[in-house]
């Protein structure tokens, strides 16, 4: 019975480990909290002011923006430094009337790769 006992405990310490690494795993990749231009947004303005917001901290050297435009052109955004670690920065000028897909791509700092699309409007 003591060795029966043993593995008991073993295998509840091994499932225990094994459910905390999935939660951590879950949690690990970032995810937008809030967008400017929010999803499915029609704005009159042609300069847009862009910020993602995360939930976790972003690597910015391994992180993309870029915009999609009513051509499906795309055009690579700069990202802004000196932001907040969780937020993301850019600005984008002149932009013509029609449909835009504001297309991200981060790098949470734990190494997790997340990629999306926001869609927005310009309407004059």
């Known amino acids: 019975m003591p060795v029966q006992r043993l593995r008991i405990r073993r295998y509840r310490w091994i499932g225990a480990f094994t459910l905390a690494l999935a939660s ?5 990749h970032a995810i937008v909290v809030s967008s400017q231009p929010a999803a499915g ?7 847009v ?6 939930n976790s ?3 910015y ?9 009513p051509d499906s052109k795309r055009a690579e955004l700069f990202i802004l430094t000196g932001t907040q670690p969780d937020v993301v920065a850019a600005d984008a000028r002149r932009l013509a009337s029609g449909n835009y897909r504001l297309r991200w791509q ?3 700092v734990d190494g997790h790769i997340t990629r999306g699309d926001i869609p927005f409007c310009i309407a004059r």
């Not at 951590?24 to 690990?28: E, K, L």
């Not at 947004?41 to 300069?47: G, L, Q, R, W």
């Not at 002011?49 to 995360?54: I, M, P």
């Open 24 to 28: 951590v795993a879950v949690n690990a």
């Open 41 to 47: 947004t029609t704005m009159k303005e042609n300069d």
């Open 49 to 54: 002011a862009v910020e993602l917001r995360f």
């Open 57 to 59: 901290r972003i690597d």
């Open 61 to 69: 050297r391994r992180s993309r923006l870029s915009l999609i435009g």
């Open 106 to 108: 981060v790098m949470s």
